[in-house]
């Protein structure tokens, strides 16, 4: 432990009391029980973060991340087989093991090298083959999908996302373009080639179902964001962490296989990568907080704020902004909190992004890693989270 406050994920402003608050029309939730109560209260509530109430209506196909209720839970169905742990461990394994080996090598025979880049890649070049990006060259596609998540911020609470004309144009401008690109560059490729010859992957099952191609591309994008944006910047998160603290890399380094997931858990936990979930309630909805009792009233905005229901210490114990592995959790609380979600809406990559984190880290620290610069912190709208950015390493 380097300190009462190890957590890096800071952001300026953001309040961190009461557990439970109303201003105007959005309810603040900061309490990890009542957060849990919100996610896990059937078709009470609809998706509002990710900026998907502005897109509905637009789309002929409704991605997966956008839907509700019994859609929902029968497309979760169907998606499940790609995703499961089992899964997960006997059909990727070898896939990230391979694609570990060789990135870690490069890295050894670099003098020095840019640990953002490189974690990109890995988590691009997984996400695509369980999605089934495969035709076309992953590094280019990982620069196009950054593009798409390069927009102005804006304000769920507020008309037309609090943005001024002008931002609204750019983020027209820089959401849609990158899109198209990726359409013709990415995905109509694979499309096209799945049609030809169906494979065990997301799109394939997506052109099973009817979908059209822009169906697909706002599927992929939705999985892009999942399996590559928000793996790439928890595998960095953690490598910065265990290169603050020798105690603690020296730990994960000689432990088994499910002390080292617990400590990832614990550190997404303290750094969630996407710090807010946002709910639409569509009814009233009665909510607990110890003995206090709150209604949330029917459409009000809900802002579950991931930081700090993660930093519950009715839960988590003493020094919740601390990375503390091993905390005793309540039964039905597992290591990383709420950083997943929970309910319906609980992230489905779960155990592809915790084993690919793993097998990285694992193979890295095998050799002498040292921190050349401390990365630069950088805020992600779409996704409510944190970027890290210009992470210089050296591994020999």
Request: charged content about 30%; glycine content about 6%; proline content about 4%.
């Amino acid at each position: 432990m380097t300190g009462p406050c190890d957590r890096v994920s800071q952001r300026e402003g953001e309040r961190t009391t009461p557990r439970v608050e109303k201003v105007g029309d959005v309810w603040h939730v900061r309490s990890a029980e009542v957060a849990r109560q919100v996610l896990r209260e059937r078709d009470a509530t609809t998706q509002a973060g990710f900026t998907a109430e502005s897109m509905k209506g637009r789309m002929t196909d409704t991605p997966i991340l956008f839907m509700d209720g019994e859609a929902h839970r029968q497309q979760r169905a169907k998606v499940a087989r790609y995703f499961a742990p089992k899964v997960v461990s006997t059909r990727y394994s070898e896939l990230i093991t391979q694609r570990v080996d060789a990135l870690v090598d490069a890295m050894v025979a670099a003098d020095t090298v840019q640990l953002d880049h490189v974690t990109l890649r890995l988590s691009v070049d997984v996400a695509a083959q369980v999605i089934g990006l495969t035709n076309s060259d992953t590094d280019a596609m990982a620069n196009r999908l950054e593009k798409f998540f390069d927009q102005p911020p804006f304000d769920l609470a507020e008309p037309g996302l609090g943005r001024s004309r002008f931002e609204s144009l750019r983020a027209v401008l820089t959401g849609n373009l990158p899109v198209l690109v990726f359409y013709l560059r990415d995905v109509r490729p694979a499309i096209r080639a799945r049609k030809a010859e169906r494979r065990e992957d997301v799109i394939s099952h997506l052109i099973d179902e009817g979908y059209s191609d822009m169906g697909i591309v706002m599927e992929c994008i939705t999985y892009g964001a999942a399996g590559m944006v928000t793996t790439r910047e928890f595998i960095s998160m953690a490598t910065l962490h265990f290169l603050r603290n020798d105690a603690l890399r020296e730990r994960f380094v000689v432990a088994g296989e499910a002390e080292r997931l617990a400590m990832l858990g614990e550190v997404l936990r303290l750094e969630p990568v996407v710090g807010h979930l946002y709910r639409r309630a569509q009814r009233a909805i009665e909510v607990t907080d110890g003995d206090v009792t709150h209604v949330i009233h029917e459409g009000a905005l809900i802002d579950l704020s991931l930081r700090r229901t993660n930093a519950d210490e009715r839960i988590v114990g003493e020094q919740p902004d601390a990375l503390c592995p091993g905390r005793e959790l309540p039964r039905g609380y597992s290591e990383e909190m709420i950083s997943f979600g929970d309910g319906a809406h609980k992230c489905p990559g779960n155990a592809l992004a915790l084993r690919e984190t793993d097998l990285f880290l694992t193979r890295l620290f095998s050799h002498k890693v040292a921190l050349v610069r401390e990365p630069r912190l950088e805020w992600d709208e779409i996704v409510a989270g944190y970027a890290l950015r210009d992470f210089e390493i050296t591994v020999s």
